[in-house]
């Protein structure tokens, strides 16, 4: 069944489920449908009553479309218009396979900009620190230079062909907290400036509770600002 049949069978006045994500964190919000135009592939939502909408202008995050018949299936759309009043006007463009906001074992957090998060790395007499753009439970994103990111691979690597680089770091939170853990490199991604490295976590207890408060604190602050629309 194609995209265009999956269409054909969404019918005005049901709800379906909208998905995205603001600052790391799910936003599952179910909606009526307006109107459906087949041919033209656009969705059009009734969004009077969302107390969330104005999280669709805020994330650029993408946004889907779960519908549960004739099967389940993620439809992945781009907003239309970002000025919209009371109807969300969706673009459909292709099948996805489920978000990966929804796949997550763990809910990650983006640290506001006004209470930055670093993680400090100390390997060989050095300290290498670098800025968070994400943290869960289990995994951080750290923002670091080119040089310092350099650096921190070559420290940490045990021989010429080793692609597991784990390292000892703290994570020093706003309130003065510092999370001991180590970090496991998953993942790097470069551009002209900056580096962004992704490591899996492992913290011991009780120094992991106090990294779960940390992102419960975030995602408590950031529902209080949807809530009152910013």
């Not at 600052?23 to 033209?40: A, E, S």
């Not at 459909?92 to 900009?113: F, G, K, N, Q, T």
């Not at 993680?119 to 620190?129: A, C, D, K, L, Q």
Request: net charge negative; aromatic share 6%; hydrophobic share 40%.
């Amino acid at each position: 069944m194609g995209m265009l049949e999956l269409l054909e069978r969404i019918k005005a006045g049901e709800m379906l489920e909208v998905i995205t994500e603001w600052c790391g964190i799910p936003v599952k919000i179910k909606l009526t449908v307006r109107w459906v135009t087949v041919k033209d592939k656009v969705i059009c939502l009734d969004i009077r009553d969302c107390k969330f909408r104005h999280i669709f202008r805020l994330s650029s995050e993408p946004l889907y479309i779960k519908v549960e018949k004739p099967r389940q299936a993620y439809i992945q759309c781009e907003l239309y218009d970002r000025e919209y009043r009371d109807e969300l006007i969706l673009l459909v463009e292709h099948e996805a396979l489920p978000p990966p906001v929804i796949v997550r074992d763990y809910v990650r957090v983006v640290p506001s900009e006004s209470k930055p998060v670093y993680v400090s790395f100390s390997i060989g007499g050095e300290e290498i620190t670098g800025k968070v753009v994400d943290i869960s439970e289990k995994g951080v994103g750290v923002l670091l230079s080119k040089e310092s990111a350099e650096k921190l691979i070559q420290l940490g690597m045990h021989g010429e062909n080793c692609p597991n680089i784990t390292l000892t770091l703290s994570i020093n939170l706003p309130d003065g907290n510092k999370v001991p853990a180590t970090g496991e490199l998953r993942n790097i991604f470069t551009d002209q400036e900056q580096v962004r490295m992704g490591f899996r976590l492992d913290i011991a207890r009780p120094n992991d509770e106090i990294l779960k408060r940390y992102i419960t604190d975030i995602q408590r602050e950031l529902l209080s600002t949807l809530l009152t629309g910013l």
